[in-house]
């Protein structure tokens, strides 16, 4: 037995790949997560070098917050997510948010 396909190549099907969204990591000042924590996470969490990082944490502890880095939404959650746990563990109120970027 045998089976014939039509393919019609006269009509073209076009795919718009719509890139997800990003979003932006949002970290806070408080009056108790000492600098050095800070700059730890964002060096070993965030993989900002140390120059970048003291730039940031020091914009963080004069303007009360910045943005950290821009992710996908999962990866900028469990980015969040983990550092604030790491943050309770060392017994920090340290606090993240995430936003989408616009």
């Given at each position: 037995?045998?089976?014939?396909i039509k393919i019609s190549h006269?009509?073209?099907?076009?795919?718009?790949?719509?890139?997800?969204?990003?979003?932006?990591?949002?970290?806070?000042?408080?009056?108790?997560?000492?600098?050095?924590f800070v700059v730890y996470v964002?060096?070993?969490?965030?993989?900002?070098?140390?120059?970048?990082?003291?730039?940031?944490?020091?914009?963080?502890?004069?303007?009360?917050?910045?943005?950290?880095?821009?992710?996908?939404?999962?990866?900028?959650?469990?980015?969040?997510?983990?550092?604030?746990?790491?943050?309770?563990?060392?017994?920090?109120?340290?606090?993240?948010?995430?936003?989408?970027?616009?």
């Amino acid at each position: 037995m045998s089976t014939h396909i039509k393919i019609s190549h006269s009509k073209h099907t076009q795919f718009k790949i719509k890139e997800p969204p990003m979003y932006n990591v949002i970290m806070h000042n408080d009056d108790v997560t000492t600098m050095d924590f800070v700059v730890y996470v964002l060096v070993k969490i965030f993989r900002k070098s140390e120059q970048d990082a003291e730039t940031i944490m020091l914009k963080i502890h004069n303007e009360g917050s910045a943005i950290v880095g821009t992710y996908s939404q999962d990866i900028a959650q469990s980015k969040a997510n983990y550092t604030m746990n790491l943050a309770k563990a060392n017994n920090f109120p340290l606090q993240l948010t995430i936003e989408e970027t616009r």
